[in-house]
């Protein structure tokens, strides 16, 4: 079944303890990124990743970092957590990129809802 | 900047009633706009798209129209089901822009 899998759905932690939440996708899509959702605010983007070692910005950025070592995982990493991050995670993946994005549907995975303390 | 408005909810509906959620946009250029609709405890999924002017995106019997003049595309639908009980996103794509811009999101409750 073709999907994106984040791990873990559910994480608590506090302030300043390092945390990496994974994905990963099955569709040998290139295009990669990292979405938070927060209550009035829909969804932001932090990362995206257009290939494999490409990595950049998105609208959110400031405490996170990502890395894609692999076409198929893109772990977001949480280097001091800060409970102002806490919020509900998204990956999401698309099959093509091109002037005009997305070319293809972006497939998300079923989230990841973390609270810092 | 870029970006998607759309009304606020929650909006609570009975089953077969008629339903729009309304949205606009702000964007440079041509944008693309899209759907989305998120299932409790899921991910978002596409439900329709639009990629230019007076196209009509359309599936499970939701509609909506990409309407240029009006920078608008709201989501329709004749008759609601209980089933349809979701949160909404509106969204928009930029040429160029490695993104998805999207609205705060409408929850759609429809009670039997």
């Known amino acids: 079944e073709a999907q994106v899998t984040q791990n873990p759905r559910y994480l608590i932690t506090v302030t300043g303890k390092k945390l990496t939440v994974t994905c990963s996708q099955n569709?040998?899509?290139?295009?990669m990124s990292w979405y938070r959702q927060d209550p009035g605010l829909g969804l932001r983007q932090i990362y995206y990743?257009?290939?494999?070692?490409?990595?950049d910005k998105g609208d959110v950025p400031e405490g996170y970092k990502v890395s894609r070592k692999e076409k198929r995982n893109f772990p977001l990493i949480l280097e001091s957590p800060s409970p102002n991050q806490t919020s509900l995670y998204f990956c999401?993946?698309?099959?093509?990129?091109?002037?005009?994005?997305?070319?293809?549907?972006?497939?998300f995975g079923n989230g990841t809802r973390l609270t810092v303390t | 900047g870029d970006s998607v408005t759309q009304m606020e909810g929650p909006v609570t509906l009975s089953e077969e009633a008629f339903l729009t959620i309304n949205c606009t946009y702000t964007?440079?250029?041509?944008?693309?706009l899209f759907w989305y609709v998120q299932y409790p405890g899921e991910g978002l999924q596409l439900l329709l798209k639009?990629?230019?002017?007076?196209d009509k995106g359309s599936n499970k019997g939701f509609e909506a129209t990409y309407r240029k003049e009006t920078t608008s595309f709201h989501l329709e639908k004749g008759s609601v089901q209980v089933s349809d009980s979701a949160v909404y996103f509106c969204?928009?794509?930029?040429?160029?822009?490695?993104?998805?811009?999207f609205g705060q999101g409408t929850r759609l409750t429809i009670n039997p």
């Open positions: 999401a993946s698309s099959l093509t990129v091109g002037t005009g994005y997305p070319r293809s549907p972006l497939h």
């Open positions: 569709m040998n899509h290139e295009y």
């Open positions: 990743s257009m290939n494999v070692e490409v990595t």
């Open positions: 964007a440079t250029g041509y944008p693309s």
């Open positions: 639009a990629t230019k002017a007076d």
């Open positions: 969204a928009l794509s930029i040429q160029g822009a490695q993104k998805l811009v």
